[in-house]
Nanobody, 130 residues
Framework: QVKLAESGGGLVQAGGSLRLSCAASGGTFEDYNIGWFRQAPGKEREEREFVAGITWNGDITDYGDFARGRFTISRDNGKNTVYLEMNRLIPGDTADYYC????????????????????WGQGTQVTVSS
C-alpha cells in the first residue's frame, strides 16, 4: 500500500513562501488523487481544512477559497511526489499540513472532505510569523 510522507514545513515570515512535498512509497502512486489539508493549532483532526487537491493524472486541481491565487498544487508521477507551493503566507496559514490519498474515481475533481481519503501522511508543521 502507498505510504505518504510530507516535508518542507518550517518557520517563515509573513509574505514569504514555502514549498511542501508529499512523497509516496510502495504501491502505485498513480492510483491516487492527492489532497492537502491543514489542522490549525487547537483544532481537532475532524476539523482539518481542505487546502488543495489534484487528480491522479494532474488534469484537475481545486483549492480552498483561502488558498486560491496564493497556493499551487502540482504532481510529478515520475518522482511519486505532489508539491504545494505556498506564496504570500500570512499568520493565519500557521498549521500542520497533511497530504492524503484517495483512490476513488474523481470525475468532478478531487474530494474536499477528509473522510474520503484513506491514506494520510504524518504532517509537516508550518509557522508564519508576523
Amino acid at each position: 500500500q502507498v505510504k505518504l510522507a510530507e516535508s518542507g514545513g518550517g518557520l517563515v515570515q509573513a509574505g514569504g513562501s514555502l514549498r511542501l512535498s508529499c512523497a509516496a512509497s510502495g504501491g502505485t502512486f498513480e492510483d491516487y488523487n492527492i489532497g492537502w489539508f491543514r489542522q490549525a493549532p487547537g483544532k481537532e483532526r475532524e476539523e482539518r481544512e481542505f487546502v488543495a487537491g489534484i487528480t491522479w493524472n494532474g488534469d484537475i486541481t481545486d483549492y480552498g477559497d483561502f488558498a486560491r491565487g496564493r497556493f499551487t498544487i502540482s504532481r510529478d508521477n515520475g518522482k511519486n511526489t505532489v508539491y504545494l507551493e505556498m506564496n504570500r503566507l500570512i499568520p493565519g496559514d500557521t498549521a500542520d499540513y497533511y497530504c492524503a490519498g484517495d483512490d476513488r474515481p474523481a470525475w468532478g475533481g478531487p474530494d474536499k472532505y477528509p473522510p474520503g481519503y484513506t491514506i494520510w501522511g504524518q504532517g509537516t508543521q508550518v509557522t508564519v510569523s508576523s
